[in-house]
Structure formats: structure tokens, C-alpha cells
């Protein structure tokens, strides 16, 4: 889900939910657009690990206010972000902390978040054209343009655009080889960027331990009821109804 959020006095839009994340990030080139300094970031107990499964240190931590609502019904809460000096399609990314902190209920299905405040429950919905936008420059590698506005002014000036092609380094190739030539059908996947001795290692690895392979559903045949069953859990006395 994709929204706009107020950020110390910013408005500032391709905000992430993801309540599946550990920590509130704020990428830089928001933070910079922010007019905020980095003599203001804390340092981090802990480097960052998610994104493509990969340690990021990032440059410090900053406690922010972050508002939601208009004038007669509005609630702000400090929120703790982790500055990180990377490029990411999204301004920023509020987490579990954020969903806590204002005690939201999110729909996923209806783009939906509620909280309450002191006049009433406040409705944020979330933008599906900006959400399909973003998978666009992702998956296409198109040019992206990340903006923030600010909110104090009612007619604010533009700030400059910053533009940039989708970061792709960091996106290991990857390739489909047979483990045996007798059926080329039956492929793994693996990186593109082994060295020949790495391929071959892993590939005779694999081919060794080929019988852990399941292709089909008939290769689980075997699996004790022990381990795993389905069943319908209806009850038999029950006349079936159409």
C-alpha cells in the first residue's frame, strides 16, 4: 500500500506500508529534499538486513514527527526512522513501529487505514495509480522521480526532481541447467555469476542429491501421515446441501 504522509512539516508521497518490516526507513534523497541535516542522525545499534538480503549500514537514525488528518481532527505521533543512503523507488517505509505506534487498522483489500484521534477516526486511502506507477519503473527500469512537497506553505514551490534509472547491480543474474542430460526437462536454478569450478561443484552437488528433488506431485509419495494429512473437517451426520 502505497500513501502520502505529513514528515515534520513535509508532505511527502511513495510512502510504503509494510508491516512485514522491522524498521521506519527514510531513504536520503527524501531526507535531503527535507532540508534536514545529518548533524541531526544518531548512530544505529545495528546495520539494516533485508534489502535483496543484503547488510546495509545506514548513515544514523533521527526521530521525526509524522501527522495524519486536517485541522479539526489530526494526530501526530514521533516516529524513529533509520536514514539509509540507497536507492529505492519509495520515499519511505513505515513498519510494524508505525502500524504500533498510532494503533492503525490496515485493509489491504480496499487500500484502507484507520486510526483514532482525538475527534474521531482518521481514513487514509492508499493510492493504487502511484503503486502501479512504481511497479512499472521497477520491473521496466524506467527513469523514476521521487518529490516532496512541502505542506507549510499554501502554495509551495517545487522542488527539484531527482531522477535516476532503476539500481539493477545488486540483482544477481540467474540460469536454468539440467541436472541430468538424459532428461533436460528437469532444471535448477542457479547464478549466472559462478566461475566455471563453482558451477560444476554445485551442479555435481546437486545431481548427487537429486532424489531430495520433488518434480511432481507422485515424487512425495511416501510421506507418513505422521508428518502431514488434510482433511475436510465436516460433519457426517450433516445432509449435503447444494
Same mark, same amino acid.
Request: charged letters at 25%; one cysteine or more; aromatic letters at 8%.
Given at each position: 500500500?502505497? #500513501? !502520502?504522509?505529513? #514528515?515534520?512539516?513535509?508532505?511527502?508521497? !511513495?510512502?510504503?506500508?509494510?508491516?512485514?518490516?522491522?524498521?521506519?526507513?527514510?531513504?536520503?534523497?527524501?531526507?535531503? @529534499?527535507?532540508k534536514?541535516?545529518? *548533524?541531526?542522525?544518531q548512530?544505529?545499534?545495528?546495520?539494516?538486513?533485508?534489502?535483496?538480503?543484503?547488510?546495509?549500514d =545506514?548513515?544514523?537514525?533521527?526521530?521525526?514527527?509524522?501527522?495524519?488528518?486536517?485541522?479539526?481532527? &489530526?494526530? *501526530?505521533?514521533?516516529?524513529?526512522f533509520?536514514?539509509?543512503?540507497?536507492?529505492?523507488?519509495?520515499? =519511505? $517505509?513505515?513498519?510494524?513501529g508505525?502500524?504500533?505506534?498510532?494503533?492503525? &487498522?490496515?485493509?489491504?483489500?480496499?487500500?484502507?487505514?484507520?486510526?483514532?484521534?482525538?475527534?474521531g477516526?482518521? *481514513?487514509?486511502?492508499g493510492?493504487q495509480?502511484e503503486?502501479r506507477?512504481?511497479? !512499472?519503473? $521497477?520491473?521496466?527500469?524506467?527513469?523514476n522521480?521521487?518529490?516532496?512537497?512541502?505542506?507549510?506553505?499554501?502554495?509551495?514551490?517545487?522542488?527539484?526532481?531527482?531522477?535516476?534509472?532503476?539500481?539493477?547491480?545488486? @540483482?544477481?543474474?540467474?540460469?536454468?541447467?539440467?541436472?541430468?542430460?538424459?532428461?533436460?526437462?528437469?532444471k535448477?536454478?542457479?547464478? =549466472?555469476?559462478?566461475?566455471k569450478?563453482?558451477?560444476?561443484?554445485?551442479?555435481?552437488?546437486?545431481? !548427487?542429491?537429486?532424489?531430495?528433488?520433488?518434480?511432481? &506431485?507422485?515424487?512425495?509419495?511416501?510421506?507418513?501421515?505422521? $508428518? #502431514?494429512?488434510?482433511?475436510?473437517?465436516?460433519?457426517?451426520?450433516?445432509?449435503?446441501?447444494?
Open positions: 500500500m502505497v #500513501i !502520502r504522509a505529513n #514528515i515534520a512539516g513535509w508532505e511527502i508521497n !511513495r510512502f510504503l506500508i509494510n508491516s512485514g518490516s522491522l524498521a521506519d526507513i527514510n531513504f536520503v534523497n527524501a531526507f535531503d @529534499q527535507m534536514l541535516s545529518k *548533524t541531526q542522525l548512530p544505529l545499534d545495528s546495520p539494516q538486513i533485508g534489502f535483496r538480503g543484503k547488510r546495509i =545506514a548513515l544514523g537514525k533521527i526521530s521525526l514527527p509524522v501527522s495524519f488528518g486536517g485541522q479539526e481532527n &489530526a494526530r *501526530t505521533e514521533y516516529v524513529t533509520d536514514v539509509v543512503d540507497r536507492y529505492y523507488p519509495y520515499n =519511505a $517505509i513505515f513498519d510494524r508505525f502500524v504500533n505506534k498510532f494503533s492503525t &487498522a490496515i485493509h489491504m483489500g480496499y487500500l484502507c487505514i484507520k486510526m483514532l484521534a482525538l475527534h477516526t482518521i *481514513t487514509i486511502h493510492s495509480k503503486a506507477n512504481i511497479e !512499472r519503473a $521497477i520491473y521496466k527500469s524506467q527513469r522521480i521521487n518529490s516532496v512537497d512541502s505542506a507549510k506553505n499554501t502554495e509551495p514551490e517545487p522542488l527539484d526532481k531527482l531522477k535516476g534509472k532503476t539500481d539493477l547491480k545488486d @540483482q544477481e543474474e540467474i540460469k536454468l541447467v539440467p541436472l541430468e542430460n538424459t532428461v533436460p526437462d528437469r535448477v536454478t542457479i547464478g =549466472a555469476s559462478l566461475s569450478a563453482e558451477e560444476t561443484e554445485l551442479i555435481d552437488t546437486l545431481a !548427487r542429491n537429486k532424489d531430495v528433488f520433488a518434480w511432481s &506431485a507422485s515424487d512425495l509419495k511416501g510421506v507418513s501421515r505422521d $508428518i #502431514i494429512q488434510h482433511s475436510l473437517d465436516t460433519n457426517p451426520k450433516m445432509k449435503p446441501r447444494k
